[in-house]
């Protein structure tokens, strides 16, 4: 069974500041799909950004970019010109394609401080 | 497009009656997924619908249980219900099996 981890329950960042959001997971799989969810205190949850596992070069999307470490079984999340609107739950998830099975982390909850 | 909705948002229901949630995916969306998040737990995964077959399953007990129609929208059923069922139920759609999961608002069910 694959397991992802959030190693940070909590994490604060200043405005316009940059932060790294941690996640690990545990696979023997080559077929499978990276993911960062945001749930910000609304509830909406939101998908910010996709690595496919096959993909060398790291997902970008505006703000917010990638670090894969295949290897390293690592996929963290950089935010960049942090937002107070970046306040939010993040949820770092793994799909597994081959049984299409996802799995959620833990999650770590950012507080962007004015 | 219009996004994931989910009726009712918000449910109060006391221990031993039956509830069922309703969920519509994003139009085109045929697979549909239902979640479990609450605070102690985190998101826990309920079962997967396609083509209105359920394709997964999750560890729930059989008082979970749910179906999909034609038109993909699904419905998620919770009977005999218990205080720990007291949780944020969050339904997820995507366009085929094995693709990003797009969430709804998810449904508050609080039971006393």
């Not at chain 1, 993909?55 to 390293?72: D, I, L, P």
């Not at chain 1, 963290?76 to 959620?104: E, H, P, V, W």
Request: charged share 15%; aromatic share 14%.
């Amino acid at each position: 069974a694959q397991t992802v981890t959030q190693s940070q329950p909590e994490m604060s960042v200043q405005e316009a500041e940059t932060v790294t959001l941690s996640c690990t997971y545990d696979t023997s799989e080559n077929n499978y799909y990276l993911f960062w969810y945001k749930q910000p205190p609304s509830r909406q949850m939101i998908l910010v950004i996709r690595q496919e596992a096959y993909k060398q070069q790291n997902a970008t999307e505006n703000r917010f970019s990638v670090n894969f470490q295949k290897a390293a079984k690592s996929f963290s999340l950089k935010i960049s010109d942090s937002q107070l609107g970046d306040t939010a739950m993040y949820f770092c998830a793994f799909l597994n394609r081959n049984f299409n099975k996802f799995y959620f982390g833990s999650g770590t909850k950012l507080n962007v401080k004015p | 497009k219009a996004g994931v909705t989910q009726t009712p948002r918000y449910l109060i229901k006391t221990r031993g009656q039956q509830v069922t949630l309703s969920c519509s995916p994003i139009s085109g969306h045929r697979s549909v997924s239902w979640y479990q998040q609450t605070p102690g737990q985190g998101l826990q995964f309920l079962f997967e619908y396609f083509s209105e077959t359920q394709r997964n399953k999750g560890n729930f007990p059989g008082r979970f249980s749910g179906r999909q129609f034609s038109n993909s929208r699904s419905e998620m059923n919770v009977s005999t219900l218990e205080l720990g069922d007291s949780a944020l139920y969050l339904c997820a759609s995507s366009p085929q099996m094995g693709y990003e999961q797009y969430f709804g608002p998810g449904t508050r069910l609080t039971v006393t």
